[in-house]
Nanobody, 124 residues
């Protein structure tokens, strides 16, 4: 069992930055691929980024490539999403998720555990 808690969301002006954190309980954090998703009102939950168990491989959606950076610190049981050059269309609830699988990381269905989400609002 892995319990995930996101933090770091908030209100920011367009062009600004935020760093989201995803703190995980349990001793098996280092066994999970970690992913970040977001969901805007009335829309589906979209893949943003994922990182392999050791941090050596990262994956990004085209919409955030070059602006967002995923990382993890297995010693602290925490994953991060650094978000720069934020735009109003980035406004959404952001979720982290953990998966034992290593394929199809853009699909919500392969993730075993989810956090409760943190709101990010970008004003114009």
């Amino acid at each position: 069992q892995v319990h995930l808690v996101e933090s770091g969301g908030g209100l920011v002006q367009a062009g600004g930055s935020l760093r989201l954190s995803c703190a995980a309980s349990g001793r098996t954090f280092g066994s999970y691929t970690m992913g970040w998703f977001r969901q805007a009102p009335g829309k589906e939950r979209d893949f943003l980024s994922a990182i392999s168990v050791g941090g050596g491989s990262t994956y990004y959606a085209d919409s955030v490539k070059g602006r967002f950076t995923i990382s993890r610190d297995n010693a602290k049981n925490t994953a991060y999403l650094q978000m720069n050059s934020l735009k109003p269309e980035d406004t959404a609830v952001y979720y982290c998720a953990a998966a034992l699988g290593v394929r199809n990381l853009r699909l919500t269905g392969i993730y075993d555990y989810w956090g409760q989400g943190t709101q990010v609002t970008v004003s114009s």
